[in-house]
């Protein structure tokens, strides 16, 4: 793994198997996979969500969360900001 040492915290470290986590960057917070790359970085912040190979992202502007699958789809949509979109914004 060889991440660059420039986030300010990971949340959570890594989840498995995906092996992405959230984390904190001067801009805002972002999804990362291990090499550092963001993951469907046109989202902005989200969520991973363990062993479901999903990912949870605020919509503001229409206040809900989008569940999508790793590659970017969009899967569902929650009316209202869940518990983790919420904690994502």
Same mark, same amino acid.
């Given at each position: 793994?060889? @991440?660059?040492?420039?986030?300010?915290? =990971?949340?959570? =470290? =890594?989840?498995?198997?995906? #092996? +992405?986590?959230?984390?904190?960057?001067?801009? #805002?917070?972002?999804?990362?996979?291990?090499?550092?790359?963001?993951?469907?970085?046109?989202? #902005?912040? #989200? @969520?991973?969500?363990?062993?479901?190979?999903?990912? +949870? =992202?605020?919509?503001?502007?229409?206040?809900? $969360? @989008?569940?999508?699958? +790793?590659?970017?789809?969009?899967?569902?949509?929650? $009316?209202?900001?869940? $518990?983790? $979109?919420?904690?994502?914004?």
């Amino acid at each position: 793994m060889a @991440i660059p040492a420039l986030y300010g915290e =990971f949340n959570p =470290f =890594f989840v498995q198997p995906e #092996g +992405l986590a959230r984390v904190n960057l001067a801009t #805002g917070y972002r999804v990362i996979d291990q090499s550092g790359k963001t993951v469907l970085e046109k989202r #902005g912040d #989200g @969520i991973p969500l363990a062993s479901m190979q999903r990912l +949870l =992202f605020s919509d503001d502007s229409e206040s809900s $969360a @989008i569940m999508t699958a +790793l590659q970017g789809r969009e899967l569902t949509r929650f $009316a209202g900001p869940t $518990a983790a $979109a919420s904690r994502a914004s």
